[in-house]
């Protein structure tokens, strides 16, 4: 069997390798978030946000989610394994808020602008 004849034989492997993984797992499946800071930032925006009472916030309650959605999460500075209620630190390029997640409802604690790194 020459050279060519192996590569010959080892591409149409991975073809028929790749059609099979194509439609036996990822055809037709959604895909949510695959890092963790996306799946948080995913739960986070899934449940009604209802607002701490001493938060003010300088725009509408209704955009909310979409300051959330732009948002990273800081797991160095979130609780993550507290019991029952995990907090979570967001940190935008202009704000920095704390949520609370409590089974399915999530509570925005603090909210501030972010102050300049130098």
């Given at each position: 069997m020459t050279l060519l004849n192996r590569?010959?034989?080892?591409?149409?492997?991975?073809?028929?390798?790749?059609?099979?993984?194509?439609?036996?797992?990822?055809?037709?499946?959604?895909?949510p978030a695959w890092l963790p800071s996306d799946r948080v930032i995913e739960e986070l925006t899934m449940y009604p946000?209802?607002?701490?009472?001493?938060?003010?916030?300088?725009?509408?309650?209704?955009?909310i989610v979409e300051h959330i959605r732009v948002s990273d999460v800081l797991f160095d500075e979130s609780k993550v394994r507290e019991k029952p209620c995990r907090e979570y630190q967001l940190e935008s390029a202009t704000e920095r808020m704390r949520?609370?997640?409590?089974?399915?409802?999530?509570?925005?604690?603090?909210?501030?602008?972010?102050q300049p790194t130098r």
């Open positions: 590569f010959k034989f080892f591409g149409i492997g991975i073809a028929i390798g790749s059609a099979m993984v194509y439609y036996m797992l990822i055809k037709d499946r959604e895909f946000v209802r607002i701490d009472g001493n938060v003010e916030l300088p725009f509408p309650d209704s955009l949520l609370e997640i409590c089974d399915t409802v999530v509570t925005l604690l603090e909210y501030g602008k972010r």
